[in-house]
C-alpha cells in the first residue's frame, strides 16, 4: 500500500515520507536464466528435493526424571513437603532414617512410625559422621 503509485500526486507514500521508494522482498530475488526450459527445469527441481533430508524432531513429551546417584545407598533421607507452602518454609522435612527400598518407594522411620513413600519425593541427606574428642 505504501509503495503503489498514487496518480493524482504522482508519487508513493513512502517516497513522501522517506525521500526515497521502499525495496519490496521481490526485489530481493534477482531473476535466473529466464530462458531455461520446463524440462531440465523440472529435472534440477527433482534432483533438489530428492536431496532433502527431514529434521530429527524433538520428544517434548519425553521428560527424564531426576534421581540421585545415592539414593540407593542412603541410611537418612530428606522428605519433600507435597502441600502449597508459606513463605519462607523449608521445602523438606528429616532426615529420616531408610527402613527398605523397593524400585519405586521407600520405607522411612517418621515419628516413631513406619511410612511408604515415593522415591520422586525423597532426597538423600548427608550427615556428618560424630567426631571423637581426644582424650587429655
Same mark, same amino acid.
Given at each position: 500500500?505504501? +509503495?503503489?503509485?498514487?496518480?493524482?500526486?504522482?508519487?508513493?507514500? $513512502?517516497?513522501?515520507?522517506?525521500?526515497?521508494?521502499?525495496?519490496?522482498?521481490? #526485489?530481493? *530475488?534477482? /531473476?535466473? +536464466?529466464?530462458?531455461? =526450459?520446463?524440462?531440465?527445469?523440472?529435472?534440477?527441481?527433482?534432483?533438489?528435493?530428492?536431496?532433502?533430508? /527431514?529434521?530429527?524432531?524433538? $520428544?517434548?513429551?519425553?521428560?527424564? *526424571?531426576?534421581?540421585?546417584? =545415592?539414593?540407593?545407598?542412603?541410611?537418612?533421607?530428606?522428605?519433600?513437603? =507435597?502441600?502449597?507452602?508459606? !513463605?519462607?518454609?523449608? !521445602?523438606? =522435612?528429616? !532426615?529420616?532414617?531408610?527402613?527398605?527400598?523397593?524400585?519405586?518407594?521407600?520405607?522411612?522411620? *517418621?515419628?516413631?512410625? #513406619?511410612?511408604?513413600?515415593?522415591?520422586?519425593?525423597?532426597?538423600?541427606?548427608? *550427615?556428618?559422621? /560424630?567426631?571423637?574428642?581426644?582424650? +587429655?
Amino acid at each position: 500500500m505504501r +509503495n503503489s503509485m498514487k496518480e493524482d500526486i504522482n508519487t508513493t507514500s $513512502a517516497e513522501l515520507v522517506y525521500g526515497c521508494t521502499l525495496r519490496l522482498p521481490g #526485489e530481493f *530475488i534477482t /531473476p535466473g +536464466n529466464v530462458h531455461e =526450459d520446463q524440462g531440465t527445469y523440472a529435472a534440477k527441481l527433482r534432483f533438489w528435493f530428492d536431496q532433502l533430508r /527431514p529434521t530429527s524432531t524433538s $520428544a517434548h513429551g519425553k521428560k527424564n *526424571i531426576f534421581v540421585y546417584k =545415592d539414593l540407593n545407598n542412603a541410611n537418612y533421607v530428606f522428605l519433600r513437603k =507435597d502441600h502449597v507452602k508459606k !513463605p519462607l518454609e523449608r !521445602p523438606y =522435612d528429616g !532426615p529420616f532414617k531408610v527402613l527398605d527400598r523397593t524400585s519405586k518407594t521407600m520405607t522411612l522411620l *517418621i515419628r516413631n512410625k #513406619e511410612k511408604k513413600v515415593s522415591m520422586d519425593r525423597v532426597k538423600p541427606a548427608y *550427615i556428618e559422621a /560424630p567426631t571423637q574428642q581426644p582424650l +587429655n
